[in-house]
């Protein structure tokens, strides 16, 4: 019996040993009671009542033996939790590593994204005649063709760049994994921020994962409240702070900024590092302890935006670990 | 440490014994490919492109030592694959608990839910006046207080039914589980029926249990093929087939159908029940094996809609499991 399909199974690597879990499972964080009138536009269900919006979904593993801190892991634009599992060729996902590597793992799904609910009542309110139709969510589904850039698999679709290392051969599976994105539709700060904290002080010491669109949400929980926030680990964020915000919520806090490779030929990504170097440099100044590292620069080539999927995706989880381990101070 | 909320955390049962995983992940079934023009209503998102919709996430576990079958676990109406996940109140879940009774366990999204893409084309077109108000895809929230009645925690909100044995205390962790439904906007059968099969093909023999909603899918299954369904196990299901369908599908499958207490107090489900009492005669007639079974007929009581959440969850799932060794056939 096999659980990936067929076609990806040659390209597992060797089966690995059982891992023994000490406590799994899933809750929410965050939440809370809204009243809508525009619940349904249909016979089927009422319209008016009670619902819950801006909780976070979150999945956890605890292995049976753990030598780190847990790891939260924050998904990007257009996904879910789903980026961190089984990569699209069916290799192992980060979530199963770093469990097998002593951490703690809580996956979440951004609010209003995946297990996450969003409110369609906006919808509801236009088709049902109470709204116009200019009040509608602002909902993108980034397409293949513009995701094939944005993750830079190639300087445009179907363009590849030469040494790419993700899997393109399975890139059905990955587009599988893409869903509508409200974040437009959604507050400042996403809710996904105080729901981070949150989970942050429940687990009293966490190291916070970013990738691509969520990559500021750490430190936009940082500027809420450090507590909690073992370290901050950004993959690619679509932002770090600007160099003259106030530095005092980053100083206490060990921060990488992790790049893969062909930043130099992404005019979406060039401008993104900068801002994320000159954030760097701000806090160390200050006194904080940054660090902006570019794959590449330490024996890693032909890294993808999608780098927890690329063909090296765990040797580079192995790099991240021992950067935790020189880095990241354990309660 | 603690993962649940520490006003939960006395509800739990005591600590479980750790579980060895032999493989763990997640994959997609189903998904094709359209092309659409309304992808985005905004700058940020290009509006034209290729997008994948109607597949079907799917997370599974395969413990260390497998004794049964794999089974798949369908969720119903408003919810996602967390419905079989850890408890309300904070207690293991069905997922975590058949996988430490020896059976590969697959929990999915049903398709336009969770993890599982929906596509917002339609709304994009309404946004951007390419469509008219009435062409939004109905999409329902099911509030707190009809949910109450549908879950049948008591005959209207916020009446409880004596005895009840859902976790009231911990409603708010429930209603943090629900998320929009696109069912109604979606073709009959459901792209999860044909995504179902797909998966039942793959692991060659696997338990299908389905819950609400989800009761029709696992026999519109067996419609479309019987290949890979081992066992139908419908836990209060919306809906049976009809008495008078074809029952060539159904008679070489063990099938189970499961109903909780106070059915005959809810017009909601009483008739429901009474669909698939026919339905199970008819099969037996034509040389089925369908068993109906209500909960107070085998000694649990206070058993509500959502029983695999209900304080005796575990003691049902035990039930569920010497069912299974009674009447499902070893590949």
């Not at 974040?183 to 990738?211: D, K, W």
């Not at 979406?268 to 620069?297: I, Y």
Request: charged share 15%; glycine share 8%.
């Amino acid at each position: 019996m096999s659980a990936v399909a067929p076609a990806l199974a040659q390209e597992r690597t060797a089966k690995p040993q059982p891992v023994s879990i000490a406590e799994q499972g899933s809750f929410f964080v965050g939440g809370h009671e809204v009243h809508s009138d525009t619940l349904s536009s249909t016979a089927t269900r009422k319209p008016s009542g009670t619902v819950t919006v801006d909780q976070v979904y979150v999945h956890y593993q605890i292995p049976s033996t753990v030598t780190g801190l847990p790891i939260t892991l924050i998904h990007g634009c257009c996904l879910t939790g789903k980026t961190w599992e089984t990569t699209p060729d069916g290799r192992m996902g980060w979530d199963d590593y770093f469990v097998r590597h002593g951490h703690g793992v809580y996956v979440i799904d951004q609010a209003s994204r995946g297990r996450s609910a969003s409110d369609p009542s906006a919808i509801n309110a236009v088709k049902v005649g109470k709204a116009a139709a200019d009040q509608l969510p602002s909902i993108s589904f980034t397409s293949h063709e513009e995701a094939w850039q944005v993750f830079r698999f190639g300087p445009e679709y179907p363009k590849v760049f030469a040494g790419l290392q993700f899997p393109l051969e399975a890139q059905t599976e990955l587009w599988k994994q893409m869903v509508p994105d409200w974040v437009e539709a959604l507050p400042t700060p996403n809710p996904t921020v105080p729901a981070l904290s949150g989970l942050a002080q429940r687990l009293n010491g966490t190291i916070l994962m970013s990738h691509s669109q969520s990559g500021i949400y750490p430190f936009q929980t940082a500027a809420m409240s450090t507590s909690g926030i073992a370290a901050i680990v950004a993959i690619e964020p679509a932002a770090c702070p600007t160099a003259n915000a106030d530095m005092k919520p980053y100083v206490g806090i060990p921060i990488l900024v992790l790049f893969g490779d062909f930043v130099d030929q992404s005019p979406r990504w060039k401008p993104r590092l900068q801002m994320c170097q000159e954030f760097s440099a701000a806090t160390n100044k200050a006194g904080g302890h940054t660090q902006v590292v570019l794959l590449p620069d330490v024996g890693f080539h032909g890294n993808s935006h999608m780098l927890m999927q690329d063909k090296n995706s765990l040797e580079v989880a192995a790099w991240l670990l021992s950067w935790m381990e020189k880095n990241v101070r354990r309660n």
